[in-house]
């Protein structure tokens, strides 16, 4: 096959789709288009809500890697040596405790049980955005004590009448307000609400924080040495892996997890769901778009027998004439692609201001160049195979029975 | 130029066999204008298909120019027919989405021995010879049964076939446009002395043949020589 018999067949195909239906053109371009929207629009949602949740996880539960109490333990213990030498290890970030106290809010009349969780408020910048979400008043200072920050669902929207709530709250907390906090331990005090904030992370948004010299005061003025969890940033360029790593070499005796880690275990078995669904999805998107394909190649085969015959019978070779098929379905392939990138990007646009949100998460279209580049490859492939399956088949008739057709 | 020999086709529908030729032997000469003539079912196209390597025969031998076709792989036959033999339709056969001048270099596009201005002159210079350059952006439907007719006729010449073929290229045409596409054949059998073999079931047409033969039966029942090949 020629340069020469390349380009005649080409030119039969371009003159095809140029001048012949263009309602068929429109079509099945259309058709290509949303076959693979539909391949990359789920799983990048699911990969949207993957890359949310583990977001979120990172910012406001565990960090890159959680230091937690080793089986058995309630508490992990010489906190200040621990973050001593934590911090001082290479591709450490900072590292930061958490203490977590159960209580009971009492605003007016309304009664709430929150988690109360104590955080050193400056180390805690360096490990996640809490700082950076607040919507009213502000965020801990370091020595405050009897200042409080809360969630938004845990403050709670006076227009809202507490049956038509979706989560129990205080009502209408606003800034400055004072809020009764019992704590488990049967220590009882008056908070000034110092700020509200808002991650869209439910457990966060479920919790209050006060400043770890707060639940100093709380525990009985002792010096907290102890800790629920130590959460640990890597520094930029350090993985999650290498400082678990390095925590385990330098003698933490603590059970040490990255986030891949706790992924696995906490949401191992919702990834491996969304990977089935995704691949069912691309599965059904391929085989669309190759019985389309292969519908209207055949159709367009039946259709010009005769001519194909007279192709043949005026010289035209049948490599030739399979290739004009072939370069039709590549054109309407490209064309369907390229409208197919476009509906997603617009839809991870749209998606973008107005993203899925959940009580729990909130999520957009998580797209990648490589699963455009990936997802072009496989309709693509699918769409030679099906083009060029029934342009084998008529390429090869005998002259006599084509132009009898 | 062309010598047959003792050549048949049969076909076979269910138990019945059907001799579409039956012991057809012939020479025509270069630079013949032959017709073929006969009743419908005689075998007229059927010959005219087996010449022009469209379909294969049952037993027989075809010689072009030396060569027994028969022998000719397929992809052979196609450069054969590329190469050396021209071809009118009856129903004109153009193909629908190309313009006249796309239609008409279609098969100079592929010969390997013309580059692009070639090809494109040679289409050019057989347009204006029927008279249809001004028509060369056109597409085939925006032309008349006859105008098409001798664009089929100017894609078949383009690459100077040794042989012409027409299959009944008159059979769609009413007299007048009969006549222009029959003189230009004539034409052009006279100024490049081409050969060519036309199948017509018309008597008129008789007069522009140099020699004429008559089928039936799948059998050649008469062979004659016209003397004057003008209307």
Same mark, same amino acid.
């Given at each position: 096959?020629?340069?020469?018999?390349?380009?005649?067949?080409?030119?039969?195909?371009?003159?095809?789709?140029?001048?012949?239906?263009?309602?068929?053109?429109?079509?099945?371009?259309?058709?290509?288009?949303?076959?693979?929207?539909?391949?990359?629009?789920?799983?990048?949602?699911?990969?949207?809500?993957?890359?949310?949740?583990?977001?979120?996880?990172?910012?406001?539960?565990?960090?890159?890697?959680?230091?937690?109490?080793?089986?058995?333990?309630?508490?992990?213990?010489?906190?200040?040596?621990?973050?001593?030498?934590?911090?001082?290890?290479?591709?450490?970030?900072?590292?930061?405790?958490?203490?977590?106290?159960?209580?009971?809010?009492?605003?007016?009349?309304?009664?709430?049980?929150?988690?109360?969780?104590?955080?050193?408020?400056?180390?805690?910048?360096?490990?996640?955005?809490?700082?950076?979400?607040?919507?009213?008043?502000?965020?801990?200072?370091?020595?405050?004590?009897?200042?409080?920050?809360?969630?938004?669902?845990?403050?709670?929207?006076?227009?809202?009448?507490?049956?038509?709530?979706?989560?129990?709250?205080?009502?209408?907390?606003?800034?400055?307000?004072?809020?009764?906090?019992?704590?488990?331990?049967?220590?009882?005090?008056?908070?000034?609400?110092?700020?509200?904030?808002?991650?869209?992370?439910?457990?966060?948004?479920?919790?209050?924080?006060?400043?770890?010299?707060?639940?100093?005061?709380?525990?009985?003025?002792?010096?907290?040495?102890?800790?629920?969890?130590?959460?640990?940033?890597?520094?930029?360029?350090?993985?999650?892996?290498?400082?678990?790593?390095?925590?385990?070499?330098?003698?933490?005796?603590?059970?040490?997890?990255?986030?891949?880690?706790?992924?696995?275990?906490?949401?191992?078995?919702?990834?491996?769901?969304?990977?089935?669904?995704?691949?069912?999805?691309?599965?059904?998107?391929?085989?669309?778009?190759?019985?389309?394909?292969?519908?209207?190649?055949?159709?367009?085969?039946?259709?010009?027998?005769?001519?194909?015959?007279?192709?043949?019978?005026?010289?035209?070779?049948?490599?030739?004439?399979?290739?004009?098929?072939?370069?039709?379905?590549?054109?309407?392939?490209?064309?369907?692609?390229?409208?197919?990138?476009?509906?997603?990007?617009?839809?991870?646009?749209?998606?973008?201001?107005?993203?899925?949100?959940?009580?729990?998460?909130?999520?957009?279209?998580?797209?990648?160049?490589?699963?455009?580049?990936?997802?072009?490859?496989?309709?693509?492939?699918?769409?030679?195979?099906?083009?060029?399956?029934?342009?084998?088949?008529?390429?090869?008739?005998?002259?006599?029975?084509?132009?009898?057709? | 130029?062309?010598?047959?020999?003792?050549?048949?086709?049969?076909?076979?529908?269910?138990?019945?066999?059907?001799?579409?030729?039956?012991?057809?032997?012939?020479?025509?000469?270069?630079?013949?204008?032959?017709?073929?003539?006969?009743?419908?079912?005689?075998?007229? @196209?059927?010959? %005219?298909?087996?010449? !022009? *390597? /469209? +379909?294969?025969?049952?037993?027989?031998?075809?010689?072009?120019? #030396?060569?027994?076709?028969?022998?000719?792989?397929?992809?052979?036959?196609?450069?054969?027919?590329?190469?050396?033999?021209?071809?009118?339709?009856?129903?004109?056969?153009?193909?629908?989405?190309?313009?006249?001048?796309?239609?008409?270099?279609?098969?100079?596009?592929?010969?390997?021995?013309?580059?692009?201005?070639?090809?494109?002159?040679?289409? @050019?210079?057989? %347009?204006?010879?029927? !008279? *249809? /350059? +001004?028509?060369?952006?056109?597409?085939?439907?925006?032309?008349? #049964?006859?105008?098409?007719?001798?664009?089929?006729?100017?894609?078949?010449?383009?690459?100077?076939?040794?042989?012409?073929?027409?299959?009944?290229?008159?059979?769609?045409?009413?007299?007048?446009?009969?006549?222009?596409?029959?003189?230009?054949?004539?034409?052009?059998?006279?100024?490049?002395?081409?050969?060519?073999?036309?199948?017509?079931?018309?008597?008129?047409?008789?007069?522009?043949?140099?020699?004429?033969?008559?089928?039936?039966?799948?059998?050649?029942?008469?062979? #004659?020589?016209?003397?004057?090949?003008?209307?």
């Amino acid at each position: 096959m020629g340069k020469k018999e390349l380009k005649v067949a080409f030119l039969l195909a371009l003159r095809s789709l140029q001048r012949g239906s263009r309602s068929s053109v429109i079509l099945t371009v259309l058709i290509i288009g949303m076959c693979f929207t539909n391949m990359i629009f789920l799983p990048s949602l699911f990969n949207g809500i993957e890359q949310s949740i583990t977001k979120q996880l990172v910012d406001y539960e565990v960090g890159n890697v959680l230091v937690s109490p080793k089986s058995g333990d309630q508490y992990v213990t010489d906190l200040s040596a621990m973050l001593s030498l934590i911090n001082g290890m290479p591709g450490v970030e900072r590292a930061t405790p958490h203490y977590t106290e159960g209580a009971t809010f009492t605003y007016r009349k309304r009664v709430l049980g929150v988690s109360v969780r104590a955080i050193m408020p400056d180390d805690e910048k360096y490990v996640s955005p809490l700082y950076t979400k607040m919507i009213a008043g502000s965020y801990l200072g370091e020595s405050d004590t009897g200042e409080i920050i809360i969630g938004k669902p845990v403050a709670g929207d006076p227009t809202i009448r507490e049956e038509d709530e979706f989560q129990p709250s205080l009502g209408g907390v606003r800034v400055g307000d004072s809020v009764t906090v019992a704590y488990a331990n049967g220590y009882t005090r008056d908070y000034r609400v110092k700020g509200i904030y808002s991650t869209g992370w439910s457990q966060a948004d479920s919790a209050a924080y006060v400043s770890w010299t707060d639940m100093q005061q709380v525990l009985g003025g002792q010096p907290l040495d102890k800790a629920h969890d130590i959460t640990v940033k890597a520094k930029p360029g350090y993985s999650e892996t290498f400082v678990k790593n390095e925590l385990i070499q330098y003698g933490v005796a603590d059970k040490v997890q990255t986030t891949g880690d706790l992924l696995s275990k906490v949401l191992g078995t919702a990834f491996q769901s969304f990977a089935i669904i995704n691949l069912v999805s691309l599965i059904v998107s391929i085989i669309i778009t190759t019985v389309v394909l292969f519908i209207v190649i055949t159709i367009k085969t039946l259709n010009s027998r005769k001519q194909i015959g007279i192709l043949k019978a005026i010289g035209v070779d049948k490599q030739v004439i399979m290739h004009n098929y072939g370069f039709q379905v590549i054109i309407l392939a490209i064309l369907g692609i390229i409208l197919g990138i476009v509906i997603t990007l617009l839809l991870a646009l749209y998606m973008s201001a107005h993203p899925v949100v959940t009580p729990g998460w909130s999520a957009t279209l998580y797209l990648t160049p490589v699963d455009l580049l990936m997802n072009s490859l496989i309709l693509f492939v699918a769409a030679i195979v099906a083009g060029y399956v029934p342009a084998y088949q008529v390429s090869r008739e005998d002259i006599q029975t084509a132009m009898r057709a | 130029m062309i010598e047959i020999t003792d050549l048949r086709k049969i076909y076979r529908m269910g138990n019945v066999e059907v001799r579409a030729l039956d012991g057809v032997s012939l020479d025509i000469t270069k630079g013949e204008f032959l017709g073929i003539m006969g009743p419908s079912g005689s075998g007229k @196209t059927t010959l %005219l298909h087996m010449l !022009g *390597l /469209l +379909d294969e025969p049952t037993s027989g031998k075809i010689i072009i120019d #030396g060569i027994d076709i028969g022998k000719l792989t397929d992809y052979e036959k196609t450069m054969f027919r590329l190469y050396k033999l021209g071809y009118v339709f009856q129903d004109y056969a153009l193909v629908p989405d190309l313009t006249v001048m796309e239609n008409v270099s279609l098969p100079g596009m592929l010969r390997l021995d013309l580059n692009e201005e070639q090809y494109r002159t040679a289409s @050019t210079d057989i %347009l204006t010879k029927i !008279g *249809l /350059l +001004d028509r060369q952006d056109h597409l085939p439907r925006e032309l008349s #049964g006859g105008q098409q007719q001798r664009v089929s006729l100017a894609r078949a010449m383009v690459n100077k076939p040794d042989i012409l073929f027409a299959d009944e290229p008159c059979a769609n045409l009413d007299t007048e446009n009969s006549r222009i596409v029959l003189d230009l054949f004539r034409e052009i059998n006279e100024s490049m002395h081409q050969t060519i073999v036309m199948v017509s079931h018309e008597d008129w047409h008789r007069d522009y043949f140099h020699r004429t033969i008559h089928l039936r039966d799948g059998k050649v029942i008469s062979d #004659g020589t016209n003397r004057t090949g003008s209307p």
